[in-house]
């Protein structure tokens, strides 16, 4: 039971260089999400995706974008990396559905962009 | 828009003293809420669960009582361990149950 499995778990990235962050998620759900967590700031939503073929926008999306490829994966794409973006990210995927929407979180990437 | 404010730390105690970490939230409708923890170099992990008004989610010792009276989702422990050491974040759902809103986390230190 994999649950939610990124990759990678570790990038160190020169300012302006591009790169994609897996995700997939084994649990049949249909919500899927991306944060990145800083210091002091807590999660902050980049994009999320309610359902397969949809995205929006979340809190800080900026500078990202997102495809959701299948149910299974939801993948965040940086395509000029700018050392603002230096951070942890965290892949997580929920049911959608009420009563039960509790996200299930990956182990996380640690990006670092110099 | 729907936010979650709780408690700066870090919160210090000493192993088997009560804690209390405060959580607010305000939100259109009648979001469901939740406590995750992060250990180390760990994703966040659900902790507990409340769907609705007066419900009390509990788990590991863990408690909070969602009241929408006062729009809060205090997190208690009677007896606090060592183990219990981490980051605890409050969120919520929104109504529409299509993303989940996070707080700035408490980060918890017990010493023995």
């Known amino acids: 039971n994999a649950g939610v499995t990124q990759t990678p778990k570790f990038q160190v990235l020169k300012t302006g260089q591009s790169m994609t962050l897996q995700c997939a998620q084994d649990?049949?759900?249909?919500?899927m999400y991306w944060y990145r967590q800083d210091p002091g700031m807590g999660l902050r939503l980049i994009y999320y995706?309610?359902?397969?073929?949809?995205?929006d926008k979340g809190e800080v999306p900026n500078g990202y974008n997102v495809s959701r490829l299948n149910k299974r994966e939801f993948s965040l794409r940086l395509e000029s990396a700018a050392p603002s973006q230096t951070s942890v990210y965290f892949c997580?995927?929920?049911?959608?559905?009420?009563?039960?929407?509790?996200?299930?979180f990956g182990q996380g990437t640690r990006l670092t962009v110099v | 828009g729907d936010s979650v404010t709780q408690m700066e730390g870090p919160v210090t105690l000493s192993e088997e003293a009560f804690l209390t970490i405060n959580c607010t939230y305000t939100?259109?409708?009648?979001?469901?809420l939740f406590w995750y923890v992060q250990y180390p170099g760990e994703g966040l992990q659900l902790l507990l669960k409340?769907?609705?008004?007066?419900d009390k989610g509990s788990n590991k010792g863990f408690e909070a009582t969602y009241r929408k009276e006062t729009t809060s989702f205090h997190l208690e422990k009677g007896s606090v361990q060592v183990s219990d050491s981490a980051v605890y974040f409050c969120?919520?759902?929104?109504?529409?149950?299509?993303?989940?809103?996070f707080g700035t986390g408490t980060r918890l230190l017990v010493s023995p």
């Open positions: 997580a995927s929920s049911t959608g559905t009420a009563g039960a929407n509790e996200a299930f």
């Open positions: 649990m049949n759900h249909n919500s």
């Open positions: 995706s309610a359902s397969e073929g949809t995205t």
């Open positions: 939100a259109t409708g009648y979001p469901s």
């Open positions: 409340a769907t609705k008004a007066d």
């Open positions: 969120a919520l759902s929104d109504t529409g149950f299509q993303k989940l809103v």
